[in-house]
Structure formats: C-alpha cells, structure tokens
C-alpha cells in the first residue's frame, strides 16, 4: 500500500506488524503474534519521545510487497513472512534483513540483518570500552551488577547510512558480525520487537534523527563546564573549605565542590528522611548565620556544592501518578515524590546530585514494583526514571538547570544526567568509553581525573566536563609536585578561557546530537583511518585532542601544533614532541575560529566583556558563539544570542567578519568588544578594520594599541582590538605580502587551465613555470606546479604510453637545475640506493608522477637547508623575507621598519651575522633569481618585475654589471655556472 504512514500488517505466517513514519527517513516497527500493540514503558514514562497515530493506523490486507514512505526513505516490507529492507531516496538498499524476523511472548524477539564488508558500526553506549568499532562484537543491553559505571544504550548507526535503535528495556544482544561475519543478529528472551529505524547521508544525520526520539542531550548550567572537585570521604565542613581555599590561593579555577556519601547523618541513607550529619556539617536555619555556614562561604568564594547519595526508592508510583495524567489515586491521596524530600537541601544552598543507583535484581530480586514489574523487568529502567525525576523535581523547583550525576544508565539518558564512565586503570579505555557515549547522543560525559600524570591531565581536561573525586586519597592539585602542580594549573587556566568555546559546543549539541567531545568517525566519516582511533578526538570543531600518545593521525586539510605553532599538512599521520608544559599533543585545524575568555577563578566572577579570537586562517573557515544566561531554560524560548564570525583567506589577504550579535538574554553585555589574534607567517604590510587603516604599533612608535595593531615575530600573530558598533558588522582585513612561490604556483595552475582549454602558451610554458617553482618555492610551491607541469604535458601527449619519456624530461630538468647550482644528484639523492633502478621499475604513469614529486620535493627542501642561516631572530626573519618575497621594497630602512629595528643596527647585525654586507647579499639573491628567470623564458621585464625593480632599464644596467653580459644574452648562457 504505497504512500501509506501507519500500517498494519496481517502476514501470511501469522504474525501482526505495525508500522509508523516517525519523521523523514525514520520508521518503527513492531511486530507480535496478537496484533495488539501496547507502548513501551520507555514510551508511557515520556523517556521516548514519539508523535503517536494510533487513529491513523490502516490495516493493509497481505499483499506481497508493501511500500511505505518517509520522504526521502522507503521501507519495502514482504507481506509473506514480514522481511523488510530501507532503501534511500536513490532506490539503494541501506539495510535488508537475512531471514524473517520474530516476536511472540513465549519465544522473546529477534532480528537479523545483513551486514557489507566495508561499513563500520558505532554506538551501544558505554559497553565494551577497548574500541569505537563495534564490528566483531557481541555485547548484552543489561546494565552490569559487578561495573558501577555500566550503561548500555541500545543503539547502532552505521557508515552505511542506517541506523537502529530498540524500543526495549528487556535485556537483549546485539551480534555484530562476532558469530557470522556479515551478520548483525539483535535477540532477546523476552518482550516484544519494537525498534526504530533510521535513514541518514551521515553519521552525523543520523545521530540528529536518533535524538530527535531518545532525547537531545540536556544543556548544562555554564558553571558545570568548569572543574568539579569531589573532597575525600570522610571530609568535616572545615576540611571542605580548606579544599576551597586551596582551589582560590593558588589561583586555580574551580567551581564546584562535591561531598561524598558520609555527609549524611546515617551513612547511606536510603530513606526519604535523611539530615546533614549534625557535628560534621552543622546547618543553621538562621538565615543570618547561613551566611558564615560553610555553604554560605563556599558560595562566597564562588563555589556551588554537590551531594553524593543512594535510592532504591519505588519510583514507579510517581511515574504511573503522571502516566495517568496526575490524578490522584482511588484514596484521594499521591504518595511523595522521590526528590520532594531533597527540596530542604536546595534551599540550604546545595546546587547538584551525584547519584548510586542501586543494582535492583541483587538487593531485592523477589520484588514486585508497584507498576506491576519484577526487578529484573524493571533494572535497565531504573537508572533513567531516578534521573528523570531528579531532573524533573530540581527544574520544577529552582526554574534552573539541574546537574544530576548519575553512572549508570540506558537509553535516553542523556536528557536528564551527566555521566563519569567510573575509574578506569587503563586511561585510554576511559577516554574510548566517552566516545562511545557521544556516539550513542550522550554529550555531558567525563571521567574521573588521572591527576598524578601529565597525560591524564591533559586528556581528562579537554573533555566536556572536568571532574576530579579524591575517594579515600589525597586527590587535591595543591598536593601534586610542583612540576606537575604548575602543568595542572595551566590546563585549568586553559580550560577556562575556551569556555565560551566549549559554551558554544555544548549549545550545538543540546540542538543536534553532535557530541562536544567527538570521536573521529564522526567528524571524519570518509577518511578509513579515522574509523577505530581511540586515542584522539575533536574538542568542538577545530581542536585536535590526542591522549596517552605521542602518535597522531592529521586528517586531510591544514593543522597547527598549539604548542609550538608548526604547521602541517593532512593527511598524514605524526609522531609528537610535546613540550615540558603540555601534558599531550593538541592541534587546531586550518579555519578555526576559537573564543576565549579573560583569566577567573570561577565562571561568572567577571563579565566577559572582550573576547578574544584566535583566528586560525584557511580559504574559509565559520563558527558562532552561543551565550545565555547560562542557568536557566529561557534560551528554549529564545532568549540567547548568537555570533556569526566567519575567516577568508587569499595569496594577498585574511578577512574577518564578526556579524552583529543576533538575539538578546538577561545580563547579556551592552558592548562587545574583541581582541583578534590572527596567526599568519608573516608581518602584515597593512590592516584595515571597517575600511579604516590601523598604524603598526612597534617600539618607536606610541600608537593607541586600541586603534592600531602589533605583530608578534616569535608567536606569528597579527594582534589588534575591535569594538561592536550597535547593528554593525565588524571587518578587518589584514593584507599579506604575496610572495613570488604563491605566484609561481598560481600562475602554473593557470597556464595549465589555459592549455587545457586549448591554448597551447608555448613548447616550454609549464617547463619554465615548474622551474621557477623549484627555484624560488617552499614544498607546497613545488608540489603544486609539478602537477601543473605533468597534467600539461601529458595532456598534450599524442600517447598515454608517453609517460616514460615524461619521466625522464622531468628527471633532466631536476638534475640540470641541481647543476646550475653545484650540486649532484649523490649530494641530493645519497639515501637513494639507486636511482636509476628506480626509473626503470616504474610501470605505471602514476608512480612517475610519484617519483617525481618526491625527487622535486627533496630537491626543494635541500636548498632550503643551505640556504644563509643566522643565531639572531631578527636576522632570521630577515634571510628568510629576503628569500620569500625579493619583488618588495628590500632597502635597508624599509626592513628596519619591518622588523623594528633602527638601520644602523640592523646594517651591522647583518653583517656580524652572514659576513657579508646587506646590499651585497639582495643584490646577489636578486641576480642569482633573475638570471634563472631569463633562462626560464621570461622576459626582461617579468624577471625585473620579480625581483623588485620597477624599471626594466635600471634592472638590466644592475645585471650587465653583475654578469658581465646584458639580460637578453641570458638565454644563449644556459646552463653555465654562476660565478658571484
């Protein structure tokens, strides 16, 4: 019955299915012997969320193939034995079952599906937590009795374009190809099929469309996106503030405070009747004396407060009192809700929860639950319900949003809690158990901190959230040796000031699914080596995390070592030198925009009015700050703000546009203002800001640092101030010098376009262009005319077998390069054994554009090694502008000016540094340059041009001097030596 939503089906081997279009490219299906369809407890407790059409249920007589419609999914079900397959927009199938699926209430459920060889598995929570991809496993859906932190999440997606999610809290098996290779098999012993089904372009997608019906992660108040600290057990109130205190003399953010269980009068309290332990944590209910109770300090030092307890209380009478819509029961009454009896201790000043939910089946396992479950039936449930209501009762109370730490967990969770994955002695096994999280839409989830380690500092810090629980032990920074101490309050420092960054993150995934802390997979779905890495994740969208090792894999596009400021191309994979104050490596991706927040100790204690932006340049790049009020629920109403800021690059220039600010909160700043740090290699040779030209503020000139800029050489960052303007847009433009390898390059891509097109520029055009490229270029220079020059030939080729020739013309134009500069193919090529056996192995015309690429690379990269090289910083920059950029201004006093410098100093530092003069040395690069143009082909006038002379006569009196011979003989001298 095509076009169909709500089906239901009569098979021909007995058994009933129904059917529902959810959403777009989102289906569930149930199936049972009887026909009659109840909602799962997920679905009546309002854990599940699912626009149900019960009234528009059809009945669709047996038919052999039935088709129903979800826009850009269909769902082709067989009316005989009810096997069904998903098929995309296209008509490509996403997923098709083995054999007819079952359901009956003696025999449990089951289904199974056929799995191809290529696509990877994520999802299932955190289970499993050696590895992201669950191919090759088995694993059950039942919270663990023996792991405190156990939280299986019934759903799979895969690379494939599908995904599925079970509807259950029955205990069942998910077989990921562990028994049959392409086999994904889901059993369970009891209840009945009921699963979702979801289409999707990308993990990403797909993980939206789960979430839209187990829940989007909650949004945190912004406080709990700074660092939790969990005292000792058995801590009095005077040792809590002693762990506050050290937080603030240190200087070492923080922002909450947690107690552990014994803060209770009776230890363990289960009862709905429980009090602060009278003489370790006296609580006045004067109001006057609350405000030096050790609450009413902590909240003076910027601290909120966290309880740790238990609960094995029957939470089902609350949930089946909503699930009938709130009437009371046939006595008149309604028995209390779990959480009233915690309203005291938020009024007493307490600001979270940390939760032990109890293992059900082992503390009572004959119990029947007044919804009518066994402990059993009602174990994976649990867990969600006392979250919920926590979530629920604290929202209700305060109108803020809650923090309910809870480890234990199943499906939909996310909505309601926060997670530690528990203590893990394998560091990496944690960090995999949060990814998995995030790929099964749980978002606010961290581990406890592996504090006596620099590598567990820096992995457990760059999480969504930071927490550290001192247990029985010691577990305090101030603790910590100093070396160690001082690494953990830079990372905490470092944490803080990426907030708005995090913030932001945080809000993306509160509106899609996608994860602050994002598995590889995720943000790489393409790139094969990214689909199993557990030791390295994205922060947000631009930052690279790698954790318990030195070794990283770079995806494809640009990346910076935060650290150090190296650049590097992907994709390719890197082993680290971590600096001694860093714990790990840590990358920025090219195009990265990243928000900071001024120095505090705790979040809120200032107003943010500057931020300041690191802008990470690429040919574009895009993000936009979240802020709120950061407490309350009035962003759901629209009550929060967003700012667009988007990077351009080009040979000559980075833009930066800062949109107006979109939106309006409580508290939201009047003004904004930002501080820009733009990192680029090279001094800039003007900035404008809204048209407006910005003076170079250096030593010798007092510039306001408000309307001007400062380029910092050893950081490589252009640095300037910009303030909001009411309904502006902010636009600065920071024009960099292009150098002659960018013109080079572009114009080799260029002649090859003009070739292509049909315009055939000359026997020798891409020749002289891969040259120059070799001459005057960097890596990338080369690289990219070397393909200009190999598409160019071999397009014009009158054979595809020509290719060998091609080889050794472009060999023959490396060595006679190498040549003209005294240099033979041993010196450049010694780790070769031999070259010449390598020519004559090639056998495809691929592995000759191989071989060439690299031989020109090489050669690129060992004239850089001879090239001048000085101890003085200043001096440095100078060769190395000198050899970038000889068409600029490269008289003494405009370098001076460069570099800030005075020209005497600079003349004589020259000189002390390279012994030679500096006219001698420009006036050698630009000769030495100029004649390897005119061989190249270019005219008198492009070689003038290139190198600085705005007068072709001027430049060829300048080289007849130097060569003894005028610039039009250059031709007829090829390949003779140079002898200045």
């Not at 953010?253 to 009278?278: E, F, Q």
């Not at 902010?730 to 390059?745: C, D, F, G």
Request: hydrophobic share 35%; aromatic share 10%.
């Amino acid at each position: 019955m095509e076009g169909a939503e709500n089906v239901q089906i009569a098979l021909s081997n007995g058994r009933r299915m129904r059917v529902q279009v959810i959403a777009p490219g989102t289906f569930r299906i149930q199936m049972n012997d009887t026909g009659l369809f109840q909602d799962s407890h997920l679905l009546r407790y309002k854990i599940v969320n699912v626009p149900l059409h019960a009234d528009h249920i059809h009945s669709v007589p047996c038919d052999d193939i039935i088709m129903i419609h979800a826009k850009q999914a269909v769902l082709q079900i067989d009316g005989n034995d009810g096997q069904f397959q998903m098929l995309d927009g296209d008509g490509h199938v996403r997923l098709q079952t083995s054999c007819q699926p079952w359901s009956a209430a003696a025999t449990g459920f089951g289904a199974h599906f056929l799995l191809h060889q290529d696509e990877a598995l994520y999802g299932l929570g955190n289970v499993a937590p050696e590895q992201l991809q669950r191919r090759g496993l088995k694993v059950s859906m039942w919270v663990e009795r023996s792991n405190w932190a156990s939280a299986p999440i019934p759903f799979l997606m895969s690379t494939g374009g599908w995904a599925i999610m079970m509807n259950t809290i029955m205990p069942h098996t998910f077989d990921i190809g562990s028994e049959i290779d392409d086999r994904l098999s889901i059993e369970g012993q009891t209840g009945e099929l009921d699963m979702f089904l979801f289409a999707g372009g990308s993990l990403a997608e797909l993980l939206h469309a789960y979430t839209d019906i187990a829940g989007k992660p909650q949004l945190m108040p912004i406080w709990m996106y700074g660092l939790n600290f969990c005292s000792r057990e058995k801590s009095d109130a005077r040792a809590v503030l002693d762990d506050s205190i050290k937080f603030r003399k240190s200087e070492t953010p923080c922002d909450l405070i947690g107690l552990s269980t014994d803060w209770m009068g009776t230890a363990n309290d289960y009862s709905t009747n429980k009090n602060w332990h009278p003489e370790r944590f006296p609580i006045s209910t004067n109001d006057l004396v609350r405000r030096v109770s050790f609450i009413g300090i902590l909240h003076k030092l910027g601290f909120k407060l966290s309880l740790t307890l238990s609960c094995d209380y029957d939470l089902t009478v609350y949930e089946e009192h909503l699930a009938a819509g709130g009437k009371t029961d046939e006595e008149g009454g309604q028995k209390e809700a779990w959480y009233d009896h915690l309203q005291k201790f938020v009024n007493d000043g307490v600001s979270a929860f940390v939760l032990i939910a109890p293992n059900l089946a082992s503390r009572d396992p004959e119990r029947i639950w007044s919804n009518g479950m066994t402990s059993d039936e009602l174990h994976n449930l649990y867990p969600v319900l006392l979250g919920k209501q926590m979530h629920n009762g604290f929202r209700e109370q305060t109108n803020t949003r809650p923090v309910i730490h809870l480890e234990k967990g199943y499906l939909g969770m996310q909505q309601f809690v926060v997670s530690t994955t528990g203590t893990f002695y394998n560091g990496s096994h944690a960090i995999a158990a949060i990814l998995n999280y995030g790929l099964s839409g749980h978002a606010n989830a961290t581990t406890n901190m592996h504090l006596i380690t620099r590598e567990g500092i820096h992995a457990d810090f760059l999480l969504s959230w930071a927490r550290i629980n001192s247990l029985e032990h010691f577990h305090h920074p101030d603790f910590l040796e100093p070396p160690l101490q001082e690494l953990f309050r830079r990372y905490a420092r470092l944490r803080y000031s990426l907030i708005p960054y995090i913030y932001s993150a945080a809000h993306v995934a509160a509106r899609t699914g996608m994860p602050i802390t994002r598995a590889m997979p995720l943000m790489y779905p393409d790139d094969r080596n990214c689909r199993d890495l557990c030791q390295q994740f994205m922060l947000g969208d631009f930052l690279l995390v790698a954790v318990y090792t030195d070794h990283v894999y770079l995806p494809e596009g640009n990346w910076f070592d935060y650290w150090t400021g190296e650049r590097y191309s992907g994709p390719r994979s890197l082993d680290c030198r971590v600096p001694p104050q860093a714990g790990g490596p840590l990358f920025v991706r090219a195009g990265a925009i990243i928000p900071l927040w001024p120095p505090m100790d705790f979040i809120g204690q200032l107003e943010a009015k500057v931020l300041t932006l690191h802008i990470y340049p690429s040919a574009d790049g895009e993000f936009v700050i979240h802020e709120d009020d950061g407490a309350t629920f009035e962003y759901l109403e629209g009550r929060l703000a967003r700012t667009r800021i988007t990077t351009e690059e080009s040979p000559d220039s980075i833009s930066v546009r800062i949109s107006r600010r979109e939106g309006a909160y409580t508290g939201m700043p009047q003004k904004r203002s930002y501080e820009l740090i733009v990192h680029t290699d090279r001094k800039p040779a003007a900035v404008r800001v809204n048209g407006q030209r910005r003076q170079d503020q250096t030593r010798r000139v007092k510039a306001d640092p408000v309307r001007s800029y400062r380029y910092d050489r050893p950081s490589g960052t252009v640095r300037l101030f910009v303030e909001e303007a009411e309904g502006e847009e902010i636009e600065a433009s920071i024009e960099v010098l292009r150098s002659p390898m960018n013109k080079i390059a572009a114009k080799a891509v260029t002649e090859t376009n003009t070739i292509a097109g049909g315009e055939h520029t000359g026997e020798d055009s891409a020749d002289r262009t891969f040259i120059v490229a070799l001459t005057t270029g960097e890596p990338d220079a080369a690289e990219t005319a070397i393909t200009a020059w190999w598409n160019s030939k071999m397009m014009h080729s009158k054979s595809d077998s020509a290719w060998p020739l091609l080889v050794m013309h472009g060999y023959h134009m490396l060595v006679r390069h190498a040549a003209q500069n005294g240099w033979t193919t041993a010196d450049l090529y010694s780790e070769r054994e031999d070259l010449s056996i390598a020519l004559t192995q090639l056998q495809t015309s691929a592995q000759g554009y191989e071989l060439l690429r690299k031989l020109a690379i090489h050669l690129v990269r060992y004239a850089e090694a001879r090239r001048p090289s000085a101890k003085h910083p200043v001096i440095g920059e100078v060769l190395a502008f000198v050899e970038r950029e000889p068409d600029q201004d490269l008289s003494l006093n405009a370098m001076a000016e460069r570099f800030s410098v005075h020209p005497f100093h600079l003349s004589r530092l020259f000189k002390k540094e390279t012994g030679r003069t500096y006219s001698d040395y420009i006036m050698s690069i630009r000769m030495q340059r100029a004649k390897i143009l005119l061989e190249a082909g270019y005219k008198v006038y492009e070689a003038a041009e290139q190198n600085g002379y705005k007068d072709s006569g001027t430049f060829s009196r300048a080289f007849s001097k130097y060569w003894g011979f005028p610039p039009a003989n250059s031709k007829s001298r090829k390949g003779e030596g140079m002898h200045h």
